[in-house]
């Protein structure tokens, strides 16, 4: 790997959990000194960095997109405590040296766990900062022997019909696949997460593990995973099946392609509080560093 990728913004240079958790309040308390100074108080001398403040862990947790448990944001937050995921068990199979199945344990075995604060961008345009606890996603292939064929890695969400109430309606097929190309997952933004906040990952953002892709729409970002599949061919996708005139297998972060029905130009923050509720939506979602990966395509083509 060419470099370890450094987070900007960690908790040491903002603010303990307790006081995010409280945020709101703290906000509302000082409000009457100005919402200038309630945020330079709060935040410290993190200035540039501001516009990296993770959402309160309530935003992060009651406002999802797991369709096993319904199409609503709120259903995953109702429904999601349903979910088994212990034991969890993950298949590793197609082109690789070391197939089989995995615990989470021996799949993240010996490997670094970061945190990572990442800006979260949905194909809906809504945003939000995520604190992600997880590994690099790159480790894990490596230790996993990808064979020189391999181009794509395909992974699948577990499908637990009795207790997954999207599942038993059919809301979309299941499971829910999602790929990367061989290069994109080997860059060391791509991680999988197996917390956030410091704690395990809560059922409702994909526990007990799941993809962080930054610089794609959040539907490439798949939850629970129970299978990663190395394969030669390009992998089918979940919203690309369901609609691929709406949803590129690439997915990267493009306010200069719309949506046939939305424009992606700006981004609606949840949970922005005090401060504007719409900003102006980047190119890979900010992380410019991915650009390499697609200097030779037409991203309107392969949107
Ligand atoms: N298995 C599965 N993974 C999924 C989804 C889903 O419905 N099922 N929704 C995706 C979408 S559209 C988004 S925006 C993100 C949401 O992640 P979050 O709820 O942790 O914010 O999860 C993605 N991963
Ligand atoms: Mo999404």
Redesign the pocket.
Known sequence: MAYRWKNDLTHADVTPKAAWLNRRQIMAGAAGLGAGFGAASIAGSASAQDALEPNPLED?TS??????FGTGKED?MRYADQMEISPWSITVDGLCDNPGEYSLGELTEGLTTEERIYR?R???AWS?V?PWNGIELGDVLAKLGPKPEAKFVAFE?TVQPENMP?VRRNV?PF??V?GLRMDEAMHPLAMLATGLYGEPMPK???API??VVPWK????????IVRISFVEEQPPA??NIINPNEYGFYSNVNPLHSHPRWSQESERVIGGGLFSSRQPTLMFNGYSEVAPLYEDMDLDVYF
């Not at 406002?63 to 096993?68: D, G, I």
């Not at 729409?217 to 629970?224: L, R, T």
């Open positions: 992060i406002y999802n997109n797991f369709y096993e995953p979260f949905c194909v809906e939000m995520v969400t999207g979309i499971p829910y999602e409702q953002n994909g799941r993809l729409y959040g539907f490439k970002s798949i939850k629970s979940t919203w």
